[in-house]
């Protein structure tokens, strides 16, 4: 029986996290399916960290990234090499998922071959196509070319459904990254930063930030922390761990607001295991990331978005998550009544998870056997 033949294509630390779980589950049946890995390591350290958490090794890695790269210079890089990996494979389906410029890439270089492709996590949203910035225009743009949607939820179905798709090319499927939290929690767990394993997540309301987007670099980052830093200033239960990003502009902001503050822990970025298992630790999340949103409510944290939009509306309408916006004012009320009204708190930690049941990759792959085979 002729095996169908699955090229894997990702490259930053979130898409590897997201493709692990499928990654597996394509190895596992080996019967039907012959695949391979291929990486464009756009994010080279950071995916390599998931790369040796879930022990998977890549069968091409196109390793385009540069210092101070481009969209247009990933893209070109990408597009390159790729082809060069699908001449040689000749994938039968390319995988491809989220929403990164490899995204893109990866659907684009399979339909100059005429490869059938896979888009896991389709069918997000915003509403907005410059924020996020590039990923709701790399969204939409890899939906053109897609013949398997794999949408995470009936929002993201019915997103697809608006916008002509049709409904027997659409499978819901829940989130990958609820899958892979599963393998990587562990109560146990210490953590190599000292600081982290000193703080008493049991009797502080320890509260993890992550800020990084580019369009609130500026004010409204300014919004964000100040917002934060009165929260402390005025409630001494209160500690904040903020994994600050790399940018140079972040790292000023956030030094600048929330540098030498007894109860605010400036650290390092932390690799997705460590980080993982500090949000499971911790009493609620002030974040303007994507994949957070998804991770923390599976774990029972109420989670405020500091964006003016989301792509991820399940979880504000599951009542998980709160769209907090970037107005200085809107994200102090939300934290405080996050912090000092424990019905509130209690109502989002306890609200049912809308990503799914941790069985994304199973579905995924079944209905690539079912449609294939």
């Given at each position: 029986?002729?095996?169908?033949?699955?090229?894997?294509?990702?490259?930053?630390?979130?898409?590897?996290?997201?493709?692990?779980?499928?990654?597996?589950?394509?190895?596992?049946?080996?019967?039907?399916?012959?695949?391979?890995?291929?990486?464009?390591?756009?994010?080279?350290?950071?995916?390599?960290?998931?790369?040796?958490?879930?022990?998977?090794?890549?069968?091409?890695?196109?390793?385009?990234?540069?210092?101070?790269?481009?969209?247009?210079?990933?893209?070109?890089?990408?597009?390159?090499?790729?082809?060069?990996?699908?001449?040689?494979?000749?994938?039968?389906?390319?995988?491809?998922?989220?929403?990164?410029?490899?995204?893109?890439?990866?659907?684009?270089?399979?339909?100059?071959?005429?490869?059938?492709?896979?888009?896991?996590?389709?069918?997000?949203?915003?509403?907005?196509?410059?924020?996020?910035?590039?990923?709701?225009?790399?969204?939409?743009?890899?939906?053109?070319?897609?013949?398997?949607?794999?949408?995470?939820?009936?929002?993201?179905?019915?997103?697809?459904?608006?916008?002509?798709?049709?409904?027997?090319?659409?499978?819901?499927?829940?989130?990958?990254?609820?899958?892979?939290?599963?393998?990587?929690?562990?109560?146990?767990?210490?953590?190599?930063?000292?600081?982290?394993?000193?703080?008493?997540?049991?009797?502080?309301?320890?509260?993890?930030?992550?800020?990084h987007r580019r369009e609130n670099i500026g004010?409204?980052?300014?919004?964000?922390?100040?917002?934060?830093?009165?929260?402390?200033?005025?409630?001494?239960?209160?500690?904040?761990?903020?994994?600050?990003?790399?940018?140079?502009?972040?790292?000023?902001?956030?030094?600048?607001?929330?540098?030498?503050?007894?109860?605010?822990?400036?650290?390092?970025?932390?690799?997705?295991?460590?980080?993982?298992?500090?949000?499971?630790?911790?009493?609620?999340?002030?974040?303007?990331?994507?994949?957070?949103?998804?991770?923390?409510?599976?774990?029972?944290?109420?989670?405020?978005?500091?964006?003016?939009?989301?792509?991820?509306?399940?979880?504000?309408e599951a009542g998980t998550a709160k769209l907090?916006g970037v107005d200085k004012q809107n994200i102090?009320?939300?934290?405080?009544?996050?912090?000092?009204?424990?019905?509130?708190?209690?109502?989002?930690?306890?609200?049912?998870?809308?990503?799914?049941?941790?069985?994304?990759?199973?579905?995924?792959?079944?209905?690539?056997?079912?449609?294939?085979?």
């Amino acid at each position: 029986m002729k095996k169908i033949k699955v090229l894997v294509i990702f490259g930053t630390r979130p898409e590897a996290v997201k493709m692990a779980p499928i990654v597996k589950a394509l190895k596992s049946d080996e019967q039907n399916f012959e695949s391979k890995i291929c990486v464009t390591a756009q994010h080279r350290d950071m995916l390599d960290q998931v790369l040796r958490i879930f022990d998977i090794e890549p069968d091409y890695d196109l390793n385009i990234f540069q210092s101070g790269q481009t969209l247009t210079g990933i893209t070109c890089r990408a597009l390159t090499g790729l082809e060069t990996v699908i001449e040689e494979f000749k994938p039968d389906l390319i995988l491809v998922q989220g929403d990164t410029t490899t995204v893109f890439s990866g659907a684009l270089a399979a339909f100059y071959h005429q490869v059938k492709i896979g888009h896991v996590e389709a069918g997000l949203r915003s509403g907005n196509l410059l924020s996020p910035f590039p990923e709701e225009a790399n969204r939409k743009l890899t939906g053109v070319l897609t013949d398997f949607h794999f949408a995470p939820t009936e929002t993201s179905r019915a997103n697809l459904l608006k916008e002509g798709y049709e409904n027997s090319k659409i499978y819901i499927t829940g989130n990958t990254s609820i899958d892979a939290l599963k393998w990587v929690i562990d109560a146990d767990f210490r953590f190599k930063e000292e600081i982290l394993n000193n703080i008493d997540f049991n009797n502080k309301k320890v509260v993890l930030l992550t800020s990084h987007r580019r369009e609130n670099i500026g004010e409204p980052m300014e919004n964000i922390f100040s917002a934060v830093k009165e929260i402390v200033d005025e409630n001494l239960d209160v500690e904040v761990i903020y994994p600050m990003h790399l940018n140079p502009k972040v790292r000023e902001i956030a030094t600048r607001i929330l540098g030498n503050m007894e109860r605010v822990h400036l650290i390092e970025p932390l690799d997705y295991l460590p980080f993982t298992n500090l949000m499971a630790k911790c009493y609620a999340v002030v974040t303007d990331s994507g994949g957070v949103q998804e991770e923390a409510p599976s774990l029972g944290k109420p989670v405020l978005v500091v964006r003016k939009e989301t792509e991820r509306p399940e979880g504000i309408e599951a009542g998980t998550a709160k769209l907090a916006g970037v107005d200085k004012q809107n994200i102090y009320n939300e934290l405080n009544n996050l912090i000092n009204n424990k019905e509130e708190y209690k109502k989002m930690a306890n609200a049912v998870n809308p990503y799914g049941d941790g069985k994304a990759a199973e579905y995924i792959v079944d209905a690539i056997r079912k449609n294939m085979l």
